[in-house]
């Protein structure tokens, strides 16, 4: 079945007072989305989401743009189904039949950030309606699921050092066996951020798996002399301790302690993870399928891990769409251990879509509906569109 329409909407919806946190972004009051909806020829639909940002805000606007007016024309009459091969041709561009004649790539310039991003969003969409049209879940397509449930950690974690324990301790309350809180810059030094993490590793025990992400804000020295520091709090990762621009720094900081260092939520391509893996930066691979080129290329990534044996955490910190894309991965990946899951006022997670991704007691339940599982909330759509 053939490529009808694709459309993109820039969503931008408020964060709730009461429900908004500070980082190193900011004071983060809205979240912003591009959500990417793909119709073929019967009718079926399929959604995405690309991403202008790692984090909750973006201006989305030259996705939008890069998807319907540069993309769409592309791919519009293409078969649905053939979903590596809608890869292939944007990644290639012009020059596709080369690359399908000779076996390798011969990317567009533009073969990083927007157009990719368009691409994971049109990508997503694209698994999202072949499930759909054959009544299975996405899992199904990758070869189906390796467990029944996964553990999900809290990912949250702001809070200074006064009011750290509490507010871990009410991720701990939900079930959840593992937390995230974010560590770095927004300290005033390494030692403010040490005695943090110090805190929370008193106050939850040592049961609890602890998960640090400094958002790549510290220098190699800061982010160094952090691991050495906390080297025997047994966090389960540092996360980007470092710049994504600086393969070999983080390295250095690999080599230097027994910490797992984990990265890759703004990397693009599986050639982006090929070079974090021959850096020997990384023990744990973190695709964000609305970023590295959808859920085609974030299964690439999945294959890396499993091959190297690295741990695979999908980044699942965005719409319900990418969270249930990098859900569907991380089941049908044996390399997968854990779930993200945002603690932060997230609408596009809850509102978006007619019923939300359930985790109870800190475990998710393998997806059994069809496509990515999820129905479009369109009064949300509209009321939020750009
Ligand atoms: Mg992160």
Request: proline residues 4%; glycine residues 10%.
């Amino acid at each position: 079945m053939k490529i009808k329409h694709i459309k993109a909407y820039w969503l931008r919806c408020p964060i709730p007072a009461g429900r908004q946190w500070r980082s190193d972004y900011g004071q983060l009051t809205h979240f912003d989305m591009t959500l990417v909806e793909v119709t073929d020829e019967d009718g079926h639909t399929g959604y995405g989401e690309a991403k202008a940002a790692v984090g909750a805000t973006g201006a989305c606007a030259s996705i939008v743009t890069c998807i319907e007016q540069e993309l769409a024309p592309q791919l519009v009459g293409m078969e649905a189904g053939n979903i590596t091969a809608v890869w292939e041709a944007v990644y290639n561009g012009s020059r596709d039949h080369y690359a399908r004649d000779r076996g390798r790539v011969f990317p567009i310039l533009g073969n990083r950030g927007t157009t990719i991003s368009a691409l994971s969003g049109i990508d997503t969409a694209l698994w999202d309606l072949k499930g759909k049209r054959l009544g299975v879940p996405v899992i199904e397509l990758l070869g189906g699921s390796c467990r029944e449930s996964m553990p999900c950690y809290a990912s949250g974690g702001w809070a200074a050092v006064d009011k750290l324990g509490d507010q871990l301790k009410s991720y701990v309350d939900h079930g959840y066996g593992g937390i995230k809180m974010r560590v770095g810059v927004m300290d005033n030094s390494v030692r403010e951020t040490v005695a943090r993490v110090e805190e929370a590793r008193r106050a939850l025990g040592q049961e609890i798996d602890i998960m640090v992400d400094a958002h790549g804000t510290f220098s190699v020295t800061e982010a160094r002399r952090f691991a050495r520091m906390t080297e025997d709090l047994g966090l389960y990762w540092f996360e980007e301790p470092v710049t994504s621009d600086n393969k070999a720094g983080t390295a250095e900081i690999r080599r230097g302690t027994t910490t797992p260092i984990a990265a890759g939520e703004s990397e693009f391509t599986r050639f982006d993870f090929r070079d974090l893996i021959e850096h020997k930066s990384v023990d744990v691979l973190q695709p964000d399928c609305a970023i590295v080129g959808g859920i085609t290329e974030a299964r690439r990534v999945a294959a890396l891990a499993e091959t190297h044996q690295l741990e695979l955490a999908p980044h699942c910190w965005g719409s319900a769409f990418s969270f249930m894309a990098g859900v569907h991965l991380a089941f049908s990946s044996p390399s997968a251990v854990y779930i993200e899951h945002s603690l932060g006022g997230n609408p596009l997670l809850y509102d978006l879509v007619k019923e939300a991704p359930q985790v109870a007691d800190g475990r998710i339940q393998q997806p059994t509906r069809p496509g990515l599982g999820l129905e479009i909330n369109p009064d949300f759509v509209q009321k939020f569109r750009v």
